[in-house]
């Protein structure tokens, strides 16, 4: 929904949309001060778009603060030097470390023979790495091959037939095992 056709409905509903109390948002749309707070009342009632409009001029205004938080954390974090890349650098020391084998030591300190990994970290670090990076793709989204159920014979055929209706004329290969027709 865009702004209301009436400029004074939609100035209306700004100011109910910043809290202000009916009977004030009514006079500051410029409508008469005379019984505003009855005919404010009224307006809402007996035009429903006006409701619909505060709810979307509110929910507008929570997302450019959510959007405005998220990016000056963003340069507060850029402003200290963390940025993509050092994320990923770290994510990837995180998962070689997480791989190495660490000795399990007794109560002294000692090492007593049997090296542990941490699979766990290593594994959700590289899956962290791996999203960033695009490598990850619900099944959903995967493409489907239109060629993947077809015989090499077949998609040189339809390969055959689009050239040929470009103009092209193409023999094909003849493919180990087979005959084909030559026109």
Not at 59 to 71: C, H, I, L, P, T
Request: net charge positive; charged share 25%.
């Amino acid at each position: 929904m865009s702004a209301l056709a009436v400029k004074r409905r939609e100035l209306f509903a700004q100011a109910l949309a910043d809290n202000m109390s009916q009977e004030k948002a009514y006079i500051a749309a410029g409508y008469s001060t005379k019984g505003a707070k009855a005919a404010a009342s009224h307006l809402l009632k007996l035009d429903g778009s006006i409701k619909k409009r505060i709810e979307e001029i509110r929910s507008d205004k929570e997302n450019m603060q959510v959007r405005a938080g998220v990016v000056s954390t963003v340069n507060a974090f850029r402003s200290i030097g963390v940025g993509k890349d050092a994320i990923c650098e770290h994510l990837w020391d995180i998962a070689m470390k997480a791989k190495a084998a660490v000795p399990v030591t007794n109560s002294e300190g000692q090492p007593i023979g049997i090296y542990n990994a941490n699979w766990n970290a290593a594994i959700k670090a590289l899956e962290l790495l791996g999203k960033e990076l695009g490598m990850f793709m619900p099944k959903d989204e995967i493409p489907v091959n239109e060629y993947a159920n077809k015989t090499t014979r077949e998609i040189l055929e339809e390969m055959q037939d689009k050239c040929a209706k470009l103009g092209i004329k193409i023999v094909l290969p003849a493919i180990e095992g087979e005959s084909i027709r030559v026109d």
